[in-house]
C-alpha cells in the first residue's frame, strides 16, 4: 500500500497522560499536514510541514501540541497532558509540492479520552 | 481570507436518481476547489478538484463537479446514484491569492441513497 498510513488507528487514554500519533506520508511527498476532525466538522487545520521545517500552525494548536518531521519522512504528533476536549479523530495528509497541491488523507487516529 | 460553505446537512436520493450535492464558497482571489469523500471510520478520499480551465470537471467513480465563477459555486453531481455512493462528502477551497496551501473544508453533508 503506497498510500498515507496512520497509526495506532485507535487511541484511549486517561486525562492527563500524554500520546503520540505517528503518520507516514506517501514516499514522494514533501508536504504533510496534520488536522483535527470532531463530529458532525470538516477536518480542521493544526499543522503543516515542508520537507522536515514545519511551515505553519494554527491557532487552534495549544502549546500541550507539538509535531516534528525530524528527517521529512515520517511525523509525529504529540500531545500532552490530554483533555476530553481532545477527543477527536486525527487526520494527516500529504502532498506534492506541485499545482493544486491536492492532498491525500491516511484513514485516521481515533483519540478517546477518558 | 476563504470559507466554504455546504448548505445541505443531508441529501437523500433514490438509487439511479441524478445527485446534486452543493458547495459555495469565498475567496479574494482565484480558488483551487476540491471534492473528498469520507466513509464511516476513515480518512477522506480525493473525488475531484477544480484548478482552471473547463468549468465542468470529471473525478472519480463516476462523480463531476461544475465550477460556477458568477454564483461561486461548486456543485458535485452524478448521473445516476448507487446504495455504495452513501458517505460524507466534503467540499474545500484554497485561495490562490492568499500563499497559504491550507485549503478550508465545509462541515460535510451525509448523502445517503435508498435502495
Known amino acids: 500500500d503506497t498510500g498515507v498510513s496512520q497509526n495506532p488507528r485507535h487511541k484511549i487514554t486517561k486525562r492527563g497522560q500524554n500520546v503520540t500519533f505517528r503518520c507516514d506520508p506517501i514516499?514522494?511527498?514533501?508536504?504533510l499536514y496534520w488536522y483535527r476532525q470532531t463530529l458532525g466538522q470538516g477536518p480542521e487545520f493544526l499543522t503543516y510541514?515542508?520537507?522536515?521545517?514545519?511551515?505553519?500552525k494554527s491557532r487552534l494548536l495549544s502549546d500541550r501540541f507539538s509535531a516534528e518531521r525530524p528527517k521529512g519522512s515520517f511525523s509525529t504528533l504529540e500531545i500532552q497532558r490530554t483533555e476530553q476536549g481532545d477527543s477527536a479523530m486525527y487526520l494527516c495528509a500529504s502532498s506534492l509540492a506541485e499545482g493544486a497541491d491536492t492532498q491525500y488523507f491516511g484513514p485516521g487516529t481515533r483519540l478517546t479520552v477518558l | 481570507a476563504q470559507s466554504v460553505a455546504q448548505p445541505e446537512d443531508q441529501v437523500n436520493v433514490a438509487e439511479g436518481n441524478p445527485l446534486t450535492v452543493k458547495c459555495t464558497y469565498s475567496?479574494?482571489?482565484?480558488?483551487?476547489l476540491f471534492w473528498y469523500v469520507q466513509y464511516p471510520n476513515r480518512g477522506l478520499q480525493f473525488l475531484l478538484k477544480?484548478?482552471?480551465?473547463?468549468?465542468l470537471v470529471k473525478g472519480s467513480y463516476g462523480f463531476e463537479a461544475e465550477f460556477n465563477k458568477s454564483q461561486t459555486s461548486f456543485h458535485l453531481k452524478k448521473p445516476s446514484a448507487l446504495v455504495s455512493d452513501s458517505a460524507l462528502y466534503f467540499c474545500?477551497?484554497?485561495?490562490?491569492?492568499?500563499?497559504?496551501?491550507?485549503?478550508?473544508f465545509g462541515r460535510g453533508t451525509s448523502l445517503i441513497v435508498h435502495p
Open positions: 510541514f515542508q520537507n522536515e521545517a514545519q511551515l505553519e
Open positions: 475567496v479574494s482571489g482565484n480558488p483551487y
Open positions: 474545500a477551497v484554497r485561495d490562490t491569492s492568499g500563499g497559504s496551501y491550507i485549503p478550508t
Open positions: 514516499s514522494e511527498h514533501n508536504r
Open positions: 477544480y484548478i482552471t480551465g473547463d468549468n
